[in-house]
């Protein structure tokens, strides 16, 4: 069935570092990729989104990019901050909705 | 302001009782969803229901039940068989047409603590 697979955390960084967290996906169709934030006690957000092979998807400096032809969708950032602290999920949509295992990003000043 | 409310966010209980989440959500989505997600881990698929009076179970459904009386409404029963409630329950909705779903919405979660 349909799964996704993302980096393992935690992940640790110094504040304006350059931020990556990997993402792959197995999947029969063509699905819809996800990623979403959770801060702290709280619900999942949704990050950004791409619906289609080569969409980008960004929001607040994040980017991902669907590839198809590596079945990846790995987040992005250029200079992460404190705020940025959280656990990202990646997912795909086809018939039902998956989620990645999550990884745990800290930012330090 | 549209979403989705979960009720309470704390929730105290004894072993052997039974206990009902609250998820209700404005955003007339036909599908809505229940997750577990325990520390450090992902989410697991508890209940799921595309469609008013109808509902499917998901990969760890044993222990718990759910009804869906009406398209807005989604609650879940954490019952006395469910050998490990202690968690962090998430509700969340979606639009759903034919066999395509659509991006999830998510609640604020209720940390169930049974002791």
């Known amino acids: 069935g349909d799964s996704v697979t993302q980096m393992e955390g935690p992940v640790t960084l110094s504040e304006e570092a350059f931020l990556t967290i990997n993402c792959t996906y197995t999947?029969?169709?063509?699905?819809?990729l996800f990623w979403y934030v959770q801060y702290p006690g709280e619900g999942l957000q949704l990050l950004l989104k791409?619906?289609?092979?080569?969409d980008k998807g960004s929001n607040k400096g994040f980017e991902a990019t669907y590839r198809k032809e590596t079945t990846s969708f790995h987040l992005e950032k250029g200079s992460v901050q404190v705020s940025d602290s959280a656990v990202y999920f990646c997912?795909?949509?086809?018939?039902?909705?998956?989620f990645g295992a999550g990884t745990r990003l800290t930012v330090k000043p | 302001d549209g979403g989705i409310t979960q009720s309470p966010k704390y929730l105290f209980r004894k072993e052997g009782q039974n206990v009902t989440l609250s998820c209700e959500q404005n955003?007339?989505?036909?599908?809505m969803y229940w997750y577990r997600q325990d520390p450090g881990q992902g989410l697991r698929l508890i209940y799921y229901?595309?469609?008013?009076?109808?509902?499917q179970k998901g990969d760890i459904a044993e222990g718990y039940s759910v009804s869906r009386e009406k398209k807005e409404s989604f609650p879940l029963t954490v019952t006395s068989a469910q050998k490990n409630p202690t968690a962090f329950y998430l509700c969340?909705?979606?639009?759903?047409?034919?066999?395509?779903?659509?991006?999830?919405?998510f609640g604020p979660g209720t940390r169930l603590t049974v002791t």
């Open positions: 969340a909705s979606s639009p759903y047409l034919g066999t395509t779903s659509y991006e999830q919405y």
């Open positions: 999947a029969t169709g063509y699905p819809s």
């Open positions: 791409a619906t289609k092979a080569d």
């Open positions: 997912a795909l949509s086809d018939s039902d909705m998956r």
């Open positions: 955003l007339n989505h036909d599908a």
């Open positions: 229901s595309q469609i008013v009076n109808d509902f």
